[in-house]
């Protein structure tokens, strides 16, 4: 049944199909004729015209631009580096700066060390009397923050760094520097 639906198909459209599609198929069509067109005598109106005199402007004169230089900014550095006053405490104060930390203080340093995970640097100071505990956060590359506390005989400092650093203490008659 297909077959034959398929076959009957195939053989009407070939029937009408052409050599060329492409070529424009003949019909005999005739064009409309075009209707004349009515005209009228058109009126003309007599229209007055005035000259105005015109000034001759001379060509304005060709002026050579310069590329006008401007002045450079000058910035500052971003990077330079105050020193912050982390603990004035009655015993012992602690400044920052840019590349060691300053620390003041008569107390003789019993021992140092650095811990890793997270870093750190503590420095243990001998004395008796009662040191309340501390803590503040730093905001700077090297240092993060900064603990004291108490212990029996001791204080201690801890501070908390941004990086694994290698240190080195230097006795100072104000007390100690640390270098970063």
């Known amino acids: 049944m297909k077959k034959i639906v398929f076959l009957t198909l195939f053989f009407s459209l070939t029937l009408f199909a052409r050599e060329n599609p492409f070529v424009p198929f003949e019909q005999n069509i005739q064009p409309k004729p075009i209707p004349p067109k009515i005209t009228q005598p058109i009126k003309q109106e007599t229209q007055i015209v005035k000259t105005i005199?015109?000034?001759k402007i001379e060509p304005a004169k060709k002026v050579i631009k310069k590329p006008i230089a401007k002045p450079k900014k000058k910035y500052k550095k971003k990077n330079t580096f105050k020193s912050k006053m982390l603990f004035n405490g009655e015993f012992i104060k602690i400044k920052l700066f840019k590349n060691s930390i300053k620390i003041t203080t008569?107390?003789?340093m019993l021992k140092h060390f650095r811990l890793t995970h997270p870093n750190r640097l503590v420095f243990d100071f001998e004395r008796?009397?009662?040191?309340?505990?501390?803590?503040k956060k730093i905001y700077s590359k090297k240092v993060k923050q900064l603990n004291l506390s108490h212990?029996?005989?001791f204080y201690r400092a801890t501070f908390k760094l941004g990086k694994n650093r290698k240190y080195k203490v230097i006795k100072k008659s104000y007390g100690y520097l640390i270098l970063l």
């Open 53 to 55: 005199p015109i000034e």
């Open 106 to 108: 008569q107390d003789k």
């Open 128 to 135: 008796f009397d009662i040191q309340k505990p501390f803590s």
């Open 151 to 153: 212990h029996d005989y």
